[in-house]
């Protein structure tokens, strides 16, 4: 659902917008986005102040304008925070692109899973991800793997890396052992990162069959 009784004055460069005829108290509150209607910018509501000011948590980017249309969107789902369209909203397909393909789209490009086979002793990787600068993601990885009928195991593991302004990934720390459990102790699986990347390798062992399945969760913050 939005809001969008009144009109409304923003300011280049700046994060108060000025309502009329608007009751924001009783119908915003501080989360819901902010939009004028016909750009393609959503803002993020950052207080309430009056019944006719707000503040944004960031300054307004469009040129300064008065009495023009706005939308306020409040409804947002439970678990992943997507925006909920509703009959009647406006710019609604930007909305749909914005809040939810876009979110979700995210989200998914950072779950992922993969099968091998590896035959020998030489470290293989099963999963790789080119990561952004200046960004902190924590790497979960859960890994199943057997040799036939004779051999399993599983592991889980755990990993904070980053990347600095023009720097390459780098892991804060060391990797989490979570769970280990392996019936050939000479198996092995672990999240390293090389250049932009992180990577999640695995390691079997010689002259031997062994089928890994792979999946893991990368947090980005």
């Not at 280049?12 to 915003?28: P, Q, R």
Request: with cysteine; net charge negative.
């Amino acid at each position: 659902m939005q809001y969008k009784i009144g009109t409304v004055d923003v300011t280049n460069a700046s994060a108060t917008v000025v309502g009329y005829n608007t009751l924001w108290l009783a119908n915003v509150q501080a989360g819901d986005s902010f939009k004028i209607r016909g750009e393609n910018v959503i803002y993020t509501v950052a207080s309430v102040d009056t019944n006719t000011q707000l503040t944004l948590s960031s300054t307004y980017v469009g040129d300064s304008a008065s009495g023009v249309n706005y939308q306020i969107t409040k409804d947002f789902t439970d678990n992943l925070g997507l925006t909920e369209i509703w009959a009647g909203d406006i710019d609604w397909p930007y909305h749909l692109t914005a809040g939810v393909i876009r979110k979700l789209d995210n989200l998914l490009g950072y779950m992922n899973t993969n099968s091998i086979t590896t035959t020998d002793d030489t470290k293989t990787t099963i999963l790789d991800k080119e990561l952004s600068e200046i960004g902190v993601y924590l790497v979960e990885a859960k890994v199943t793997a057997k040799e036939g009928d004779t051999n399993r195991a599983t592991y889980i593991r755990r990993a904070l890396v980053y990347r600095t302004s023009g720097g390459a990934a780098a892991m804060q720390g060391s990797v989490q052992d979570e769970l280990t459990i392996e019936s050939d102790s000479d198996w092995d699986c672990t999240i390293e990162v090389d250049d932009n990347d992180v990577q999640l390798n695995v390691t079997g062992v010689a002259a031997t069959t062994i089928n890994w399945t792979a999946t893991w969760s990368i947090m980005e913050r």
